[in-house]
């Protein structure tokens, strides 16, 4: 793989902003796969390099659908957006998100399970009685934002991923669609490949040698990373000027494994934990008539228990972090 070292400056002069990496940024464009005709090359590309891009997830009308519901909620409810005045200090420097969309908006229930990209997410957990929900939010870093503070870092992750045989399939998933283009200049998620069985970004550095590298995933919108959550990545900053936005949905695996090893040294690998002790799944898909929606939506958190023995109740709900309504 071509990799330029390219000096890590803070032009901001502020501590606070990351370096962002070790600099051997990629100039080889990360392979492209169409999810339905080349699901078999996306999944091995994914199994080999924990994460894969996937074309033309999202057609002209959900783009304008989704952009339209950006523009329509950050003027509904700035609060959710963390804009006004009180700026969420946890996404500070880290520009704009909304937090469980899902749960006041029915008309985003569609793309939970999109058709271009989830039969790729249901092979790699192995399997649609597999595939289970987490979490659904959309991110925004505003034209002008300026320098971001995010650098390398891994998602959830689960500690016997270092030694565990086989790896796969991964504990958590995340979905991001970019619903802007991404172009030279914006910023773009960047992941290292081959480095989710890595304590740590310098120990990926110095085991991959030659074969680190940091590539910035570029593409119009519409498109879909799908990254295993222990794979190293992080937004690269852009410009300071143009925007992004993005649709991230975080999946995780349902269901017990046993390993094929002999009885002795047989592992059982169990679904695999909630991501978060915060996010709230909405009662129309948690206790949904649908065994397969009931399915999807079952790995609660206690925030998410306590909430359904509360009838759902919406004070119950703010009284929870990020519960705005
Ligand atoms: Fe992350």
């Known amino acids: 793989m071509k990799v330029t070292l390219q000096k890590q400056e803070n032009l901001s002069g502020d501590p606070s902003v990351a370096t962002q990496g070790f600099g ?40 304008a ?22 700026r969420k200090p946890h996404h500070r420097n880290q520009g704009l998100i909304y937090s469980q969309p899902l749960l006041d908006y029915p008309e985003l229930d569609r793309y939970t399970r999109h058709p271009r990209s989830y039969p790729v997410v249901c092979r ?4 649609e009685q597999h595939a289970r929900f ?8 505003p034209e002008g934002a300026g320098p971001g503070a995010m650098n390398f870092h891994h998602d959830a992750v689960v500690a016997d991923r270092f030694n565990r045989t086989p790896y796969g399939p991964p504990d958590w998933l ?9 172009e030279p200049g914006a910023p773009c998620f960047c992941v290292v490949p081959d480095s989710k069985r ?19 995933i570029r593409g119009p919108a519409g498109t879909c990373v799908l990254y295993d959550t222990a794979t190293y990545h992080t937004r690269l900053d852009g410009d300071g000027e143009k925007m992004r936005r993005t ?21 059982v690998r169990p ?17 949904s008539a649908d065994p397969k929606t009931r399915l999807f939506f079952s790995h609660w958190n206690t925030a998410q228990g306590e909430w359904a023995a509360s009838g759902f109740d919406p004070d119950v709900r703010k009284a929870m972090p990020r519960g705005e309504q």
Not at 176 to 182: G, M, N
Not at 254 to 261: E, H, I
Request: glycine share 8%.
């Open 24 to 63: 051997r940024v990629s100039h080889e464009p990360a392979p492209m796969f169409d999810p339905v005709r080349e699901i078999d090359a996306a999944c091995a590309f994914f199994d080999a390099h924990g994460y894969v891009v996937l074309s033309d997830c999202l057609d002209a009308g959900e783009i």
């Open 65 to 86: 659908h989704l952009n339209g519901f950006c523009d329509r909620t950050q003027a509904e409810r700035p609060l959710a957006w963390g804009l006004g005045d009180k």
């Open 124 to 127: 790699l957990l192995g399997g």
């Open 134 to 141: 987490s979490e659904f939010n959309f991110r925004e870093t």
């Open 174 to 182: 995340c979905a991001i669609h970019y619903l802007t283009d991404v």
């Open 198 to 216: 890595q304590p740590s970004l310098k120990a990926a550095h110095d085991a991959l040698g030659n074969r680190y590298a940091e590539v910035p």
């Open 247 to 267: 649709w991230h949905q975080y999946y995780a695996r349902g269901g017990w494994l046993r390993s094929a090893l002999p009885e002795t040294s047989r592992y």
């Open 271 to 287: 679904p695999s934990p909630v991501l978060t002790d915060w996010n709230l799944f909405p009662e129309r898909l948690a206790m």
